[in-house]
């Protein structure tokens, strides 16, 4: 089984760049899930789709940061402006509808602000 | 709304020592628990998940944990440490209904001396 695909694997940007990423995640997994972890901290939750609608946004920072999901499958990041304080891993992951199966985390993308 | 607390930010034990890695969750009914391991430069990769039945659940390269409801804990243990399990430890919990999400704890790094 393919894993949780993520691209690209490190970025560097100035402040006030923009800047995406990319996931693509298992086959027939229906939920998707964004997380933001900076160094030294647990992951956070940005934002959760259930195939292509928003579940949970709450946390996801709506003035610059945005997030799509195009046909229920892959899904797609983007903060526009970046800011010094966006530094950080975004991790992708999905999962079955059953929370209790776990998720399947991607290996990030490593994102620098400068 | 479940949180997590992970009892120390860095632990050090002795190749061949005992691992203890403290969790300790909040929620207002038995939520899911899960442990996962993130070594340098990679996703998060589950090492093992409470549910439901039985309070002691094995895991992957050795590990168990043993959900305690009346101490609200969740610790993880390994009879024996390897150079191998150096990595950085996350303990999340998920509410069992609605819209299930995983919330981290801090994390604790775990190192490993010869």
């Known amino acids: 089984e393919a894993g949780v695909a993520q691209s690209p694997r490190y970025k560097i940007i100035e402040k006030r760049q923009s800047v995406a990423f990319w996931c693509n995640p298992i086959s027939g997994h229906a939920t998707l899930y964004w997380y933001q972890q900076i160094l030294g901290q647990g992951p956070k939750l940005l934002i959760q789709?259930?195939?292509?609608?928003?579940?949970?946004d709450s946390q996801l920072p709506k003035d610059r940061f945005s997030a799509e999901r195009l046909k229920g499958v892959d899904s797609t990041l983007k903060i526009q402006p970046a800011k010094l304080e966006d530094s950080a891993v975004y991790l992708c992951?999905?999962?079955?509808?059953?929370?209790?199966?776990?998720?399947?985390f991607g290996s990030g993308t490593r994102l620098t602000v400068v | 709304a479940q949180s997590v607390t992970q009892l120390g930010s860095h632990v050090s034990v002795s190749e061949g020592a005992l691992v203890l890695l403290r969790c300790n969750y909040s929620?207002?009914?038995?939520?899911?628990l899960f442990w996962y391991v993130q070594y340098p430069n990679q996703g998060l990769q589950l090492l093992l998940k409470?549910?439901?039945?039985?309070?002691l659940v094995k895991g992957i390269n050795g590990f168990e944990a043993e959900f305690k409801k009346s101490e609200t804990s969740f610790h993880l243990t390994k009879p024996s440490a390897h150079m191998s399990d150096a990595a950085e430890y996350f303990c999340?919990?998920?509410?069992?209904?609605?819209?299930?999400?995983?919330?981290f704890g801090q994390g604790t790094r775990l190192t490993i001396n010869p």
């Open positions: 999340a919990v998920s509410g069992r209904q609605g819209a299930q999400k995983l919330v």
């Open positions: 409470y549910t439901t039945g039985a309070t």
């Open positions: 929620s207002s009914v038995p939520p899911y």
């Open positions: 992951a999905s999962s079955l509808d059953f929370v209790g199966d776990g998720y399947t």
């Open positions: 789709f259930q195939n292509n609608g928003v579940v949970d």
